[in-house]
Nanobody, 120 residues
Framework: VQLQASGGGLVQLGGSLRLSCVAS????????MGWYRQAPGKQRELVAS???????NYVDSVKGRFTISRDNAKNTVYLQSDSLKPEDTAVYYC???????????????WGQGTQVTVSS
């Protein structure tokens, strides 16, 4: 299973970015998909997650500014990031809990990370 993230970049204060992450390979089912981020010198934190049924969680600092969505048919998760702030600067990693076979348990997979930089 591979997760390929895209959409990061450099944006000014108040700007927007849309991150995408596609899961491919031997996939029977994906339960949770989401986005984490890690800023220099800080621990990786959950930004947003979404279950297959549509339950969503956001870290408090992005509520009202970021929107997570997913396309289950395409095994893809998106993160629309608006009103970006310098403190949003980090490497963003996508995550998926994947079941490879119907008798298998779910395992965690990570994308390679995409840099988001917000300038003031």
């Amino acid at each position: 299973v591979q997760l390929q993230a895209s959409g990061g970049g450099l944006v000014q204060l108040g700007g927007s970015l849309r991150l995408s992450c596609v899961a491919s390979g031997s996939i029977f089912s994906i339960s949770v998909m989401g986005w984490y981020r890690q800023a220099p010198g800080k621990q990786r934190e959950l930004v947003a997650s979404m279950s297959r049924s549509g339950s969503i969680n956001y870290v408090d600092s992005v509520k009202g500014r970021f929107t997570i969505s997913r396309d289950n048919a395409k095994n893809t998760v998106y993160l629309q990031s608006d009103s970006l702030k310098p403190e949003d600067t980090a490497v963003y990693y996508c995550h998926a809990a994947v079941q490879k076979h119907y008798i298998d348990t779910y395992h965690n997979y990570w994308g390679q990370g995409t840099q988001v930089t917000v300038s003031s």
